[in-house]
């Protein structure tokens, strides 16, 4: 089958065409455009969401380059679609489009309030943008703040320091996306998320991520295929001081990691002598590799895993049998 057939073929289905240029809007989208006059386009993403229907009709837009500045808080009822403007849809390296704000979740009173882009939906997927907070180090600032059910981002990057993504509630995915953060920047309390084939890069000494489960459910974190290294810019002190995670009521469980730059080899770091946290914990790794996973010592409280007992972890697990009706297939890990 040739070129044009595949990506005819991959039209027709639904599924996305990876490596690609997304340049242009598909039919149907609402355009933003920065400084744009142009009579029926948008010169914010706010703008645009707006003046999307409220009703439950699948919807979608289009963004083209450029840097839009502000919060938004997704809701209305029906599937959106969210597709940044890139020359290569197989990651996030060649995005153009970013959404910045400068949230403090203690001025604007919680975690979810200071997103930078905020997903109070279910059925939503975004493409190829980049989520940024701004604020940097001193409080929870939150780049993404999800909290819908059968939600994807595919080659999407997310930018913070402390707390950039809330995978707060519902069935989510990652894929194929750069997460860059210091402190417990991957974290929530009731969401259940598969993350595969992304970067995560860790800016400053800290926890990649952070659960507050109150209960013994099965909700859990999943990574597969992921990659970690050290942000352009990190502390100086990061190497060797950086975790997958505190011991702080987590599920969470890393499969075929490659660690670029030394982790602490714990890989786990505890909460507090005086406060451990360890009711409702699981941690799990394997196949854990890289220059980066030397020498490593796992805590009493860590599980390394058989190869039998990591295929029991998987999308499937994470987010549900049901994940084929509502990821985009080409971007699986």
């Not at 780049?143 to 913070?160: E, I």
Request: hydrophobic share 35%; with cysteine; net charge negative.
């Amino acid at each position: 089958m040739d070129l044009l057939h595949s990506i005819l073929l991959c039209i027709l289905l639904g599924t996305t065409v990876l490596g690609a240029s997304r340049t242009t809007p598909p039919s149907g989208a609402l355009i933003v455009r920065a400084g744009t006059t142009t009579p029926g386009e948008y010169a914010t993403f706010a703008a645009a969401l707006a003046a999307l229907p409220n009703d439950d009709s699948s919807q979608s837009i289009f963004i083209y380059p450029g840097t839009y500045t502000g919060q938004v808080d997704i809701t209305r009822e029906g599937p959106l679609t969210i597709y940044g403007y890139t020359t290569d849809t197989s990651n996030y390296v060649n995005n153009q489009v970013n959404i910045d704000a400068a949230g403090n979740a203690t001025t604007a009173g919680s975690d979810d309030a200071s997103g930078t882009v905020r997903v109070h939906k279910n059925n939503f997927a975004a493409y190829n943008i980049n989520i940024r907070n701004t604020l940097g180090p001193g409080v929870q600032a939150i780049a993404l703040s999800q909290y819908g059910s059968q939600v994807g981002f595919y080659g999407c990057g997310m930018y913070g320091y402390q707390d950039t993504l809330y995978a707060n509630e519902g069935t989510q995915v990652y894929l194929k996306g750069y997460i860059e953060g210091a402190v417990d920047f991957i974290f929530g309390r009731q969401g259940s998320a598969y993350f595969g084939g992304n970067t995560i890069a860790q800016k400053a000494p800290g926890c990649i991520t952070a659960s507050g489960r109150e209960t013994n459910d099965t909700n859990s974190y999943v990574f597969n295929q992921n990659t970690i290294i050290l942000a352009s810019g990190a502390a100086t002190n990061t190497a060797n001081n950086f975790y997958l995670g505190p011991n702080i009521r987590l599920r969470v469980i890393f499969k075929n990691t490659v660690i670029e730059s030394q982790i602490n080899t714990a890989l786990w770091s505890i909460w507090s002598s005086a406060t451990p946290n360890t009711d409702f914990v699981f941690y799990a790794d394997y196949n854990t590799t890289g220059p980066g996973a030397q020498g490593i010592v796992r805590p009493s409280f860590a599980k390394l895993l058989t190869a039998a007992q990591a295929e029991e972890y998987s999308i499937a697990s994470a987010v549900g049998s049901n994940y084929a009706s509502w990821v985009d297939a080409a971007y699986i890990v």
